[in-house]
């Protein structure tokens, strides 16, 4: 790095009390999504707003951590820091929990696609600052976002917003359009945490593991593949271990998907766009995940609004979109966020890679799930949702449970009421005809 970055980077330098004083009364925030948020300046926050230097700080993110959830969000503190989430998780739904034993509505939430929060963020609600983990800046002088691009890049490119890093060298440096140069810093304070967040993997069933197997059938070499994290999508990356020339244009890096790259499943090589390279917007998962990620060239990360947009997505053949959901009715409409009337989570980019893997060139969605919940009690195939819709009808293409698959494209309603109640478990489908035939 040259001197003009040394000087400027020394001139932004702040403890991690001195930056998250910068953050004012009324301010709106962006909160780096998962492992990219700043434990130091997150701690620091609290303590202002426990102290009452600061209030009525709205925060606007995804998938919160317990970094998070330890501090801004401790119940403590609901009258001075509000969370403002686009997408729920275990710190979300233990907040609503004690919000509504104490009287108070649950935690907000703004629906919205993940390619659209960006846009969201800067235009509609216009968010102030920006506070972030970042890489270690480079010779260049610019800071690598790592694991969490997404929507933070927007946010630090729009005008005026006051952007706050925390500087970690365990952040992994990731390349792509994922840089934030130094000349636009507001403040940084340096904090070389061992562990970022992480989320460990999730115990495999004998269920997943026949979803798992339905769906890496339905996979062909050369295929580009988008996939989540829990254990169906790790069932799903162990039942491609015989694939060969798959690519990744995802909007989640995991360990799984990680692990076909090193094993040489997938290469890259037969993709339209950004061939030879993974192409993902956040990264979620282990130490090994993120020391992968550190200084490969054969990754690259993208804002999601590129990497999440349905045009460029479909730019690449063949995507295959594996994406979760929690009830489907008859007609096919996906329930991917509501549980017992409540957020349990969002819809994030799952209609955005369901509309984009469809308008690929032999592209595929695949909508997947166990055929019941609660112990077998409840039946995932409903004849109505009990949430919202998140992925329509008209957009659901294939639909996976452990007992077989069906492609809806091309059915009458009725014809998709058949199919969807062979998938659903054997004890429930008496009752699923008798309401339709």
Known sequence: M??????????????????????????????????????????????????GTVRDVHIYYL??????????????????????????????????????SSGLPPVDVLPCHFSQVPRSMTEHVGVDTLIATVAPMDADGNFSLGTSTDYSLAVARKRGVRIILEVNRNMPYVRGDCMIPIADVTALVENDVDDLPSLPPAPRSATDDAIGAIIAGLVNDGDCLQMGIGALPDAVCAGLAGHRHLGIHTEMMTPGL??????????????????????????????????????????????????????????????????????????????????????????????????????????????????????????????????????????????VTEFGWADLKGKTTRQRAEALIALAHPSFREDLARGVF
């Open 63 to 100: 998938l919160c951590t317990g970094i998070a959830g330890a501090s801004v969000f401790d119940f403590d503190l609901h009258d001075r820091v509000v969370p403002m989430s686009y997408f729920h998780g275990g710190v979300e739904r233990a907040l609503d929990k004690r919000r509504a």
């Open 258 to 399: 990680s692990m076909l790259m090193q094993s040489g499943v997938v290469d890259n090589s037969r993709k339209q766009i950004h061939a030879g390279t993974s192409v993902f917007t956040f990264a979620l998962g282990d130490k090994p995940l993120y020391a992968f990620l550190d200084g490969n060239r054969d990754v690259e990360a993208y804002p999601v609004e590129y990497v999440n947009n349905p045009g460029i997505i479909a730019r690449n053949d063949n995507v295959v979109s594996v994406n979760a959901t929690l009830q489907i009715d008859l007609d096919g409409a996906c329930n991917s966020e509501y549980v017992n009337g409540r957020q349990y989570s969002a819809s994030g980019g799952q209609v955005d890679f369901v509309r984009g893997a469809y308008a690929s060139r032999g592209g595929r969605s695949i909508i997947a799930c166990h055929a019941t919940a609660a112990g077998g009690t409840i039946s995932r195939i409903v004849p109505r949702l009990t949430g919202p819709v998140t992925t329509p009808r008209n957009d659901t293409h294939i639909v």
């Open 2 to 51: 040259n001197a003009a970055h040394r000087q400027r980077y020394r001139a932004c330098q702040r403890t991690a009390v001195d930056a998250a004083a910068l953050i004012p009364s009324g301010a709106k925030v962006a909160m780096a999504l998962g492992a990219g948020q700043p434990p130091a300046i997150l701690s620091a926050l609290a303590q202002a707003a426990r102290a």
